[in-house]
């Protein structure tokens, strides 16, 4: 297997990555929820976003909203069903 190929899924059709997070715009997410968490952390605030996908969970997200990009920890194995509980998990980890 060439290493220098990402591991991605699509959701929604959008491909994210699998072992890291994948950085994208707020364009990218039109049809996605966007949660913005009033916790910062680095260069942004925690969050999550969803797709608009029926019973989709949540990704834990750094909202980015000065550069109105986003980074989504869709390669999480772990699920959230609320955005806030996502937005806490990222704000809890390293």
Same mark, same amino acid.
């Given at each position: 297997? $060439?290493?220098?190929?990402?591991?991605?899924?699509?959701?929604?059709?959008?491909?994210?990555? @699998?072992?890291?997070?994948?950085? *994208?715009? +707020?364009?990218?997410?039109? @049809? !996605?929820?966007?949660?913005?968490?009033?916790?910062?952390?680095? @260069?942004? *605030?925690?969050?999550?976003?969803?797709?608009?996908?029926? /019973?989709?969970? !949540? +990704?834990?997200?750094?909202?980015?909203?000065?550069?109105?990009?986003?980074?989504?920890?869709?390669?999480?194995?772990?699920? +959230?069903? @609320?955005?806030? $509980?996502?937005?806490? !998990?990222?704000? /809890?980890?390293?």
């Amino acid at each position: 297997m $060439d290493r220098n190929k990402q591991k991605k899924r699509i959701v929604a059709d959008i491909p994210i990555k @699998t072992d890291r997070p994948t950085e *994208l715009t +707020f364009a990218d997410l039109y @049809t !996605w929820v966007i949660w913005q968490y009033p916790r910062r952390k680095g @260069t942004g *605030l925690c969050g999550a976003v969803r797709p608009p996908l029926a /019973n989709h969970s !949540w +990704f834990p997200a750094l909202i980015k909203h000065h550069d109105q990009r986003v980074e989504v920890h869709g390669h999480m194995e772990r699920e +959230f069903s @609320t955005p806030y $509980d996502a937005a806490v !998990w990222l704000e /809890n980890s390293a």
